[in-house]
């Protein structure tokens, strides 16, 4: 889908270094060049960036995810806006389809960084007037940003994709009451029930999860695990467990940030009962390190509406994470 009314000489679409192929699938939908970005560093490891079209009173749109290298990519996307906002452009957008600073959204420990916060404020600063983003790990981080933010959900992406299919006897598990809520908008547009794990987090890579609270889920055959992000895939691992001891014999993880450090998709794919992991392109996956149980979505048809209903002054507010779509 193209949208052809896009006005192409009052846009420039630039990529950092973190996920280009995203943001050509995203210029390729809106029908607009994605324009160059000459990314390099000098001997020093100061990195030098040189957007390569003029910005001059036009609107431009920044695609970069804050994924590993998360520091590298944070400061390609501070020195863009920068770049954007020095040579006088008339809005400048931060397209970020992960923010992974999010986690980092309360002081739960003494004297630590509120970082989802501070890099928030760094975005500004650096010049965006809107920021474009997509599952934000807490709804209170949208809060942390003092310009218009557009939080987006990849519901629509997975339902285009499982509504095909025989859902009878499936059961949609969120791994934490955190998120819960947006697992249960997920369930509600399948039309099925929820339920929730009882998580503690005891380490970065390590959780228990002590039982279920919501919909019963004995009785039932199949569970869509459905959530945010997965790095090691210690939470999915351990829910796995807990559902096949419930009787659950079919496994489908549902994630909008498939991140998978440390191992964390192949631990997934270990587990016998889970079928297919089903994640979106937020965060880049070179194809040598995919597994034959990864599905991988494309977003970039939800991020091309909602640049384009902005362009043209109409509501996004169905591809919202609290909108009904």
Same mark, same amino acid.
Do not use: W
């Given at each position: 889908?193209?949208?052809?009314?896009? +006005?192409?000489?009052?846009?420039?679409?630039?990529?950092?270094?973190?996920?280009?192929?995203?943001?050509?699938?995203? &210029?390729?939908?809106?029908?607009?060049?994605?324009?160059?970005?000459?990314?390099?560093?000098?001997?020093?490891?100061?990195?030098?960036?040189?957007? $390569?079209?003029?910005?001059?009173?036009?609107? %431009?749109?920044?695609?970069?995810?804050?994924?590993?290298?998360?520091?590298?990519?944070?400061m390609e996307l501070l020195m863009m806006l920068d770049i954007a906002r020095g040579?006088?452009?008339?809005?400048?957008?931060?397209?970020?389809?992960?923010?992974?600073?999010?986690?980092?959204?309360? =002081?739960?420990?003494?004297?630590?960084?509120?970082?989802?916060?501070?890099?928030?404020?760094?975005?500004?600063?650096?010049?965006?007037?809107?920021?474009?983003?997509?599952?934000?790990?807490? +709804?209170?981080?949208?809060?942390f940003f003092a310009v218009p933010t557009d939080p987006l959900s990849a519901r629509?992406?997975?339902?285009?994709?499982?509504?095909?299919?025989?859902?009878?006897?499936?059961?949609?598990?969120?791994?934490?009451?955190?998120?819960?809520?947006?697992?249960?908008?997920?369930?509600?547009?399948?039309?099925?029930?929820?339920?929730?794990?009882?998580?503690?987090?005891?380490?970065?890579?390590?959780? =228990?999860?002590?039982?279920?609270?919501?919909?019963?889920?004995?009785?039932?055959?199949?569970?869509? %695990?459905?959530?945010?992000?997965?790095?090691? $895939?210690?939470?999915? &691992?351990?829910?796995?467990?807990?559902?096949?001891?419930?009787?659950?014999?079919?496994?489908?993880?549902?994630?909008?940030?498939?991140?998978?450090?440390? $191992?964390?998709?192949?631990?997934?794919?270990?587990?016998?009962?889970?079928?297919?992991?089903?994640?979106?392109?937020?965060?880049?996956?070179?194809?040598?390190?995919?597994?034959? =149980?990864?599905?991988?979505l494309s977003v970039a048809p939800v991020f091309a509406s909602a640049i384009y209903?902005?362009?043209?002054?109409?509501?996004?507010?169905?591809?919202?994470?609290? $909108?009904?779509?």
């Amino acid at each position: 889908m193209t949208h052809s009314s896009i +006005p192409a000489e009052e846009v420039r679409f630039f990529s950092g270094s973190s996920n280009k192929t995203l943001a050509e699938n995203i &210029a390729r939908n809106l029908g607009v060049p994605l324009d160059d970005t000459r990314i390099s560093r000098f001997s020093n490891d100061n990195l030098y960036i040189q957007l $390569g079209a003029t910005v001059r009173y036009r609107r %431009v749109y920044i695609v970069q995810s804050l994924s590993q290298p998360v520091n590298d990519h944070l400061m390609e996307l501070l020195m863009m806006l920068d770049i954007a906002r020095g040579a006088a452009a008339s809005e400048i957008h931060a397209i970020i389809p992960y923010y992974s600073f999010g986690r980092s959204d309360k =002081k739960d420990a003494a004297r630590i960084s509120i970082t989802a916060r501070l890099v928030a404020d760094l975005i500004q600063t650096a010049g965006a007037t809107h920021v474009m983003s997509m599952m934000f790990h807490s +709804p209170q981080v949208h809060g942390f940003f003092a310009v218009p933010t557009d939080p987006l959900s990849a519901r629509p992406v997975f339902k285009k994709y499982l509504v095909e299919r025989d859902l009878d006897d499936h059961i949609v598990v969120a791994p934490d009451m955190g998120s819960a809520k947006s697992a249960a908008r997920f369930a509600k547009s399948l039309n099925l029930p929820i339920a929730a794990g009882n998580k503690e987090r005891i380490s970065d890579t390590e959780v =228990k999860i002590s039982g279920l609270v919501g919909s019963p889920v004995r009785g039932h055959r199949r569970a869509l %695990v459905y959530d945010d992000e997965i790095a090691t $895939g210690g939470s999915i &691992a351990e829910l796995s467990r807990v559902l096949i001891n419930e009787g659950v014999e079919e496994i489908t993880v549902v994630c909008t940030h498939g991140v998978f450090t440390r $191992g964390g998709l192949e631990r997934l794919a270990d587990i016998n009962e889970i079928r297919e992991i089903i994640t979106t392109d937020t965060v880049y996956m070179p194809p040598e390190k995919r597994h034959p =149980k990864l599905t991988i979505l494309s977003v970039a048809p939800v991020f091309a509406s909602a640049i384009y209903s902005n362009l043209h002054h109409e509501s996004i507010n169905e591809l919202f994470v609290f $909108g009904e779509g």
